[in-house]
T-cell receptor, first 113, second 113 residues
C-alpha cells in the first residue's frame, strides 16, 4: 500500500469554525487528491496537486482551500465550515503514468453541527 | 464532458451466487478503466485495470471485461462470499497527460448468507 495516513479520522465541529484535514504519504507520489464522498454522489474531486506548491481546483472546490509545502503532506482547509460540508473526506495519491492506480487513505468523517 | 455511469445502483444476492456489474463511459481519449472495491469505512482499493487492447482480465473470483467499441465494461463476481459485500467503483482515465480520472457513482453489493 502507498502508506497514506489521514488525520483526524473523525471530527465534529461547529458551523463557522475553520477546519484542517491532513493527508500524509510515504511513497513519494507526485499526485495527491482530496475527494468527498456523499450518498448518491459517489466520490467528487475537491482539489488536487501535481507537485509541491502546484495545486488546482476540482469540481466541488467552493469553500475549500489546499496547501502542499512538502511532497508528503497535502492539507485541506475549510475556512468556515458549513453543514453542507458534513461528509467523508478521502485523500488519494498516484504515481507517474495514467495507468498507475489511485491509493486511498481510510477517510476522515467530518460532521458540522 | 467525460462521464461514467454504473448500474445497478445497488444489488442484493445470496452467498454462492454470481453477479455482474456494469459500467458505461464516455471518457475520451480513453487510456484505461479500473474497478475499485470499497469496503465500509475504508478507502477504495484497485481490483483490476483494463487497457484498450484487453477484453478480459481475471483476479481470483473477479473477472472484468472491456468492449472499447461500445465503451462498456463489466465486473463479474463468481461464487460470491460475504466478504464481497462492498461498493464497486468504475474509474476511467484519459490519455494526453490528464491526471484527473472520472469516477462512476458505484454499485453497492450486499451478499446475504
Amino acid at each position: 500500500d502507498a502508506g497514506i495516513t489521514q488525520s483526524p479520522r473523525h471530527k465534529v465541529t461547529e458551523t463557522g469554525t475553520p477546519v484542517t484535514l491532513r493527508c500524509h504519504q510515504t511513497e513519494n507520489h507526485r499526485y495527491m487528491y482530496w475527494y468527498r464522498q456523499d450518498p448518491g454522489h459517489g466520490l467528487r474531486l475537491i482539489h488536487y496537486s501535481y507537485g509541491v506548491k502546484d495545486t488546482d481546483k476540482g469540481e466541488v472546490s467552493d469553500g475549500y482551500s489546499v496547501s502542499r509545502s512538502k511532497t508528503e503532506d497535502f492539507l485541506l482547509t475549510l475556512e468556515s465550515a458549513t453543514s453542507s460540508q458534513t461528509s467523508v473526506y478521502f485523500c488519494a495519491t498516484r504515481g507517474q503514468g495514467s495507468d498507475s492506480p489511485l491509493h486511498f487513505g481510510n477517510g476522515t468523517r467530518l460532521t458540522v453541527t | 464532458k467525460n462521464q461514467v455511469e454504473q448500474s445497478p445502483q445497488s444489488l442484493i444476492i445470496l452467498e454462492g451466487k454470481n453477479c455482474t456489474l456494469q459500467c458505461n463511459y464516455t471518457v475520451s481519449p480513453f487510456s484505461n478503466l479500473r474497478w475499485y472495491k470499497q469496503d465500509t469505512g475504508r478507502g477504495p482499493v484497485s481490483l483490476t485495470i483494463m487497457t484498450f487492447s484487453e477484453n478480459t482480465k481475471s483476479n481470483g473470483r473477479y473477472t472484468a471485461t472491456l468492449d472499447a467499441d461500445t465503451k462498456q465494461s463489466s465486473l463479474h463476481i463468481t461464487a460470491s462470499q460475504l466478504s464481497d459485500s462492498a461498493s464497486y467503483i468504475c474509474v476511467v482515465s484519459a490519455t494526453g497527460g490528464s491526471y484527473i480520472p472520472t469516477f462512476g457513482r458505484g454499485t453497492s453489493l450486499i451478499v446475504h448468507p
